[in-house]
């Protein structure tokens, strides 16, 4: 199957999950996580419509940055997906239009500076942590709902971030735990879903974007209310 037939695919499978949920296809963006693929293979997706780029590596992506921009010049949004280190903040702002893997105060602190130096605020969705893994990177958010403590920790971190003067904060993302049962990542899924809701309610804000679901989990995502998937391998084909 070529990268073009597997993009028809995948818009259908987007179309019946939204049929499914009674949710309008228009309203979710498909992200194509293209790590550990070539320029040509990303110029193939954009050809078949693809107009967001998911990266989860700030040097593997300036290698491919240039050369895809210079194909496409202007016709791409580039999200960055994936944990950041500090001393790489400034070449994540140079590269991308979002950072939806946005994980600490600290990295938070440094990228408005950062954005506030360029003049250009920066786009960016809170990565949380819901599935409560500690291989996952994100805010602390495993039961937020049940745990006082956690979601005390979660709101004045919030209220920090919302100070930052170059930050446009769009909403939240989440992995799904690793090769967990439907119920399980359906329920992680539901749990953000609600915390966007809480959060948007009581602190009078809007999050209007909730990033989840991948390859093997985006139909659930789109079911629990998902405005932004990101996806690779159902697009490029398996990864080694
Ligand atoms: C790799 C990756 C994806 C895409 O995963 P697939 O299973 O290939 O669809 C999505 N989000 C993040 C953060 C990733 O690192």
Redesign the pocket.
């Known amino acids: 199957m070529s990268i073009a037939d597997n993009i028809k695919r995948l818009q259908d499978r987007i179309a019946d999950a939204c049929a499914r949920a009674s949710r309008d296809p228009a309203a979710i963006t498909l ?1 194509a ?1 293209s ?1 550990q693929r070539t320029v040509a293979d990303i110029v193939s997706a954009v050809d078949a419509g693809i107009q967001h780029i ?1 990266e ?1 590596r700030v040097e593997e992506c300036s290698a491919k940055y240039a050369p895809v921009e210079a194909a496409l010049p202007g016709q791409l949004t580039w999200h960055m ?2 944990h950041v280190q500090s001393r790489k903040a400034k070449q994540v702002i140079q590269l991308f239009d979002i950072v ?2 946005l994980d600490s105060l600290r990295l938070a602190r440094r990228y408005s500076r950062l954005a506030g130096e360029n003049a250009r605020p920066l786009k960016v969705l809170l990565e949380i942590n819901i599935s409560g893994e500690a291989s996952k990177h994100g805010f602390a958010g495993y039961n937020w709902y049940q745990e006082p403590a956690v979601k005390e920790r979660l709101w004045r971190e919030l209220g920090e971030l919302l100070e930052l003067p170059h930050l446009d904060i769009r909403g939240l ?1 989440t ?1 799904a735990p690793f090769q967990a049962e439907e119920c399980v990542i359906r329920r992680v899924f539901a749990d953000l879903a609600n915390l966007r809701a809480e959060l948007q309610s009581s602190l009078g804000i809007s999050l209007p974007e909730l ?1 989840m679901g ?3 989990d ?1 139909e659930l995502a789109i079911a629990e209310g998902a405005t932004m998937i ?7 084909g398996g ?1 080694n």
Request: hydrophobic share 45%.
């Open positions: 992200v996580v790590k998911g989860n997906v994936g939806q893997s993302m992995m990033s991948m390859t093997d985006f990101r996806v690779g391998r159902a697009i490029f990864r």
